[in-house]
């Protein structure tokens, strides 16, 4: 006798009927070619219903005996999976009704699967941290302390430092009782602590975080804070600890990238070296083939070129000699992609040769023609835009070429590939895609309008088009950015105030469109962050207390957690947007 398994869950099973839309329309009316219980002369075969009672046992439904037998406990689980699964409630045995159990099993089998890869990947995890003493004690299975709900934000909210913030965003964690959105809003807490240089609270964050694979990912996290604020060597020390060497090669990875970004250039070469010593000893070919092109892109950008080279020649080495034929296209966009980078054009156009893959190769064409501009290859870059099938991608393209046109003095050169790009966008289909790839046409256009020494009827004509075309794009968030970015450039071009003004009213009505309260947060904090970058305080501050007054209405303690936390990372950067600074700096800070 079989026992049932947990009730299979009715979203699993309403999910299931997308498969049986493909049944001929007779099946779905489940046409009893099957006798069964309900007046049928002629009962379902033996071994048909033993299929049908082991299926619906393993889906939890049915507790009888697996016998093949008709009985009435099997008709009630029948109808009972019909009627969750969407399908004509009969209690029939059908060929309609074995197949779509056939499709729920093998989904539902899928599912354990998947499951079961989560847990022995948590559990790899767990082991990794628990091998080494660094880690050791931040796997713990206490529960995590309830919030203090006497707590009085107010007082925060009205006089926001970073500390006070990161406190709100910690308690606010607590009251989620879903561990994986817990965990969610703790790895955002522990990266604001680690920007603000309150290590030990971050570590006592990472401790929180019951998913071990998260721990790592937030070990990671904390690394490339350090090496954002310039601490080179406490980035590396956090990378060193990180217990599995995957996760920790990445993180110097991400290491040597932030901190070329950030102008650190020689910690840069230092720490894309050191990836580049690494990534020659890896065992896997593949992970080899990524960590030496991305070392070797690092290192060119850092002003290491002898050494990129160098890097760059054991990826394709390794691609030709180790890497199994079935991984070598993608291995070779790798490859492409970086001699793309590293200004190589021709070699990486030659490569490409090899990517036969389309969406491999237009990867490795949106490369060629950006590495084109760089290299003021206005014709070769327009050859190889022309060549990317995808508009999405195609768009992206021919607004950077346009830019570099109108930086030339080509004006009738760049205002007719604007509007060939334009055309494009409005050829794509996915919605958000169009809204994408128009609110990037729109920033090109904003860059084209604030090229130095041009007649200021022409820059007022292209910040007009900029304004208009952006109200063309349904997603409010990025119609919003794009406004804000023109409202900020007008200001910075010189026009006339009631110009960016109008530009920024249209900017904050588009915000305040947007449906989620956390999303209306992270457009005004972008804002800051930006302001602050380019030292214009007032708007920058401006932006800062628009999201403080939508951060303080969020009763979510999900969504507040991240609030806060996102609060604190944009007061970070208005405090200090240039520079590091500790928690102990910023905490005489906000107005």
């Known amino acids: 006798m079989y026992r049932t398994r947990p009730i299979i869950g009715a979203a699993i099973l309403a999910g299931l009927t997308l498969a049986a839309t493909s049944l001929p329309a007779q ?162 807490i522990l990266a604001a602590q680690a920007r603000a240089g309150l290590m030990t609270q971050a570590m006592e964050t990472t401790r929180r975080i019951q998913d071990p694979r998260l721990i790592m990912v937030a070990l990671r996290d904390i690394a490339q804070a350090q090496a954002r604020a310039g601490r080179g060597e406490e980035a590396l020390a956090a990378a060193e600890i990180i217990p599995e060497s995957r996760t920790q090669i990445e993180a110097l990875a991400v290491i040597a990238d932030t901190q070329a970004r950030h102008g650190y250039f020689k910690a840069a070469q230092d720490t894309a070296g050191l990836l580049y010593s690494m990534a020659r000893h890896l065992k896997t070919p593949s992970d080899q083939v990524t960590f030496a092109t991305r070392a070797a892109v690092t290192l060119y950008r850092a002003g290491d070129r002898d050494t990129a080279n160098a890097a760059l020649y054991l990826a394709r080495v390794t691609v030709t000699d180790k890497v199994p034929p079935p991984q070598q296209v993608a291995a070779w966009r790798q490859v492409a992609g970086a001699l793309a980078d590293l200004d190589r054009l021709d070699d990486a156009l030659v490569v490409a040769d090899v990517v036969n893959q389309r969406s491999d190769k237009e990867t490795v064409m949106i490369a060629a023609a950006q590495s084109a501009i760089r290299a003021a290859r206005l014709d070769k870059a327009m050859d190889l835009a022309h060549g990317i099938d995808a508009e999405r991608y195609r768009v992206l393209v021919l607004g950077e070429i346009a830019v570099a046109m109108a930086r030339t003095g080509d004006r009738p050169g760049a205002n007719a590939v604007i509007d060939e790009a334009f055309a494009d966008a409005e050829a794509i289909g996915l919605p958000f895609a169009r809204s994408y790839a128009v609110s990037r046409l729109v920033l090109a256009l904003s860059d084209m309008a604030r090229i130095k020494d041009q007649p200021s009827d022409i820059l007022a004509e292209r910040f007009v088009r900029a304004r208009d075309a952006a109200e063309g794009i349904n997603d409010p968030r990025l119609r919003g950015q794009v406004l804000f970015e023109i409202s900020a450039q007008q200001r910075r071009a010189g026009m006339a105030p009631e110009d960016a003004q109008a530009s920024e009213a249209r900017a904050i009505a588009a915000a305040d469109a947007i449906p989620s309260v956390i999303s209306r947060v992270w457009i005004h904090g972008d804002v800051a962050t930006l302001h602050a970058r380019a030292d214009e305080s007032d708007l920058a501050w401006a932006a800062f207390h628009r999201a403080m007054a939508e951060a303080r209405r969020i009763d979510n303690s999900w ?22 600074a500790t928690a102990d700096e910023m905490s005489k800070d906000s107005r």
């Open 559 to 580: 969504a507040r957690a991240r609030a806060m936390a996102k609060m604190a990372q944009t007061l970070i950067d208005l405090v200090t947007p240039k520079t590091a």
């Open 27 to 188: 099946a779905a009316r489940e046409a009893p070619d099957r006798p069964s219980l309900g007046g049928e002369t002629e009962a379902p075969d033996i071994a048909a219903v033993r299929q049908v009672q082991t299926a619906l046992a393993s889906l939890g439904l049915y507790a009888g005996f697996i016998d093949g037998k008709l009985n009435q406990n099997l008709t009630s689980a029948i109808r009972l999976y019909q009627q969750q699964a969407g399908l004509k409630v009969t209690g029939r045995i059908t060929d309609a009704l074995r197949d779509h159990l056939d499709r729920s099993l093998r989904v539902s089998r899928l599912l354990r699967n998947l499951d079961d890869t989560r847990r022995k990947a948590m559990d790899d995890a767990r082991r990794a941290l628990m091998a080494h003493p660094a880690t050791r004690d931040l796997v713990e299975d206490d529960a995590v302390p309830s919030a203090d709900a006497a707590r009085d934000p107010t007082p925060c909210f009205d006089q926001p430092t970073v500390r006070c913030l990161l406190a709100e965003a910690f308690e606010s964690a607590k009251a989620v009782t879903k561990r994986d959105l817990r965990d969610w809003a703790l790895g955002e």
